[in-house]
């Protein structure tokens, strides 16, 4: 088939998600055809770096022969058999434990799903159903915060502290509020010291919970770092400072860890880097590197002994999907998880974080529409604004990052635009070069460069 009978067949039959129907059918598609460690091809022989691996996904790199030998072995000796019923399987009984014991905290059980937004889904049931076990009808309510990213179903992109996730959709749900986040850069007051305005977001909490009701809110929804929303990285204390409060009205606490887990701040979990101590966890993406979809909820101890004491009130727990646990995902998440430990990736991420930090600090640092370069381990970012004194954004949002993100990708460099908060974001593979990352960095500064010459801006 020649490219564009395939760019014909994509234009007129993919519905592509997040994509502007109209604007698509004018353009047509970006076909990728292969990859290998941080580098894709496109269907013309085009070569891009990819500096997000995937979306924040690919951390092993592209084109493993390991896992590809890996998912062939268990596809000829059992790609699938369901676990409804009690009925199991070899890799996600491995998986599970190792999940339980790689996890921080006192944690009890792990649940299969498919996606970081099904996952969260769940998330929200067990929460309702924890709170029904015990009697608590009305404790329902679920606080996600500004800016968060939790997912696209009709429950997670409720969760998601992002306008444009709702528009069109009759979203979010009656039962979510949200908080601020903590993002010191824009969200403090002037003259107002980290120290302070974590003080400030922990009071702010409180007063949410108890203007409530404290008897009607079950859970707080956080990811250790913001990503999608903006790569937000959360001031020293503030965690700490917000599971007090959190602790005082009884409110349970969910770590999404859809793109911190598994190694992405330099260690194993974002809520170890950032102290947070979950009595629930998500994770998906970098459990398998995005080899094939696989999704988890890790459950505490607590949490799990109300849990399984519902069989008693409610019988059989009716939930689950026919991919949960699914053999091949679980193979794809242990062959990962092996790569990542026997190969020193995660260390191996810290160290390349720092480079990245490094070289974006040294290329953007000082340009008049530059208002913050900031990251933490292997995650890196650059907002933009209109003017830094006094501090204001563009209007529309991503006019810079948009158009930056676009001439990057001509220059062979893939970057993401998080349009909330005009930022571009970087989420290379852990194989990524120290040399790939200056490739990665130049490219976006000529595109910066360029846009700006374009625009006629600074
Ligand atoms: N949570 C977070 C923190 C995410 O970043 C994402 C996806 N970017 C999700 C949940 C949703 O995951 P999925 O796209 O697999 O449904």
Request: aromatic fraction near 8%; charged fraction near 20%; include cysteine.
């Amino acid at each position: 088939m020649t490219v564009s009978s395939v760019e014909d067949l994509d234009r007129q039959y993919f519905f592509h998600p997040f994509t502007h129907a109209r604007d698509h059918e004018r353009s047509g598609p970006l076909t990728m055809v292969s990859g290998r460690g941080s580098t894709l091809v496109d269907a013309q022989g085009k070569e891009y770096l990819d500096a997000m691996a995937g979306l924040w996904c690919v951390n092993i790199g592209y084109g493993n022969e390991e896992m590809a030998d890996a998912l062939a072995a268990q596809t000829r000796q059992l790609a699938y058999y369901h676990t409804f019923a009690s009925m199991g399987n070899e890799p996600v009984a491995r998986l599970a434990h190792r999940l339980v014991t790689d996890a921080p905290g006192d944690m009890a059980k792990v649940f299969f799903g498919n996606s970081g937004s099904d996952a969260n889904d769940t998330q929200v049931k067990l929460v309702w159903y924890y709170n029904n076990v015990l009697g608590r009808p009305e404790k329902k309510k679920i606080i996600s915060r500004e800016r968060g990213y939790h997912g696209v179903t009709v429950m997670s992109g409720s969760l998601c502290g992002l306008p444009g996730m709702h528009t069109g959709f009759d979203l979010p749900l009656p039962m979510v509020r949200f908080a601020r986040a903590p993002h010191h850069r824009f969200e403090g007051l002037e003259g107002e010291t980290e120290e302070q305005f974590v003080a400030r977001l922990a009071q702010e909490l409180d007063d949410l919970i108890v203007a409530e009701g404290p008897e009607t809110v079950a859970a707080f929804i956080a990811e250790p770092l913001q990503a999608a929303g903006g790569v937000i990285v959360p001031p020293a204390g503030y965690f700490p400072a917000i599971q007090e409060v959190l602790r005082r009205h009884d409110v349970l606490l969910i770590a999404d860890e859809v793109v911190c887990g598994f190694g992405r701040t330099g260690e194993w979990f974002g809520s170890t880097t950032f102290g947070v101590e979950p009595d629930l966890m998500t994770v998906a993406k970098g459990i398998t590197s995005a080899y094939v979809p696989l999704s988890a909820v890790i459950v505490s101890s607590p949490v799990w002994d109300v849990i399984a004491s519902g069989s008693e009130k409610f019988g059989l727990f009716s939930h689950g999907y026919t991919y949960s646990a699914h053999p091949l995902a679980a193979t794809a998440a242990m062959t990962n998880l092996d790569i990542v430990e026997r190969d020193g990736l995660m260390g191996q991420a810290k160290a390349r974080g720092d480079h990245l930090a490094q070289r974006l600090h040294a290329a953007f640092d000082g340009h008049p529409l530059v208002a913050e370069v900031r990251g933490h381990g292997l995650v890196g970012a650059v907002e933009f604004a209109e003017s830094l004194e006094p501090l204001r954004r563009f209007e529309p949002r991503a006019k810079v990052s948009g158009a930056i993100v676009k001439r990057a990708r001509e220059l062979g460099v893939i970057t993401r635009a998080l349009p909330n908060a005009d930022t571009i974001s970087f989420s290379p593979p852990f194989v990524v070069t120290e040399a790939e990352l200056d490739q990665m960095v130049a490219g976006t500064r000529q595109a910066l460069d360029d846009v700006c010459r374009e625009l006629g801006l600074a």
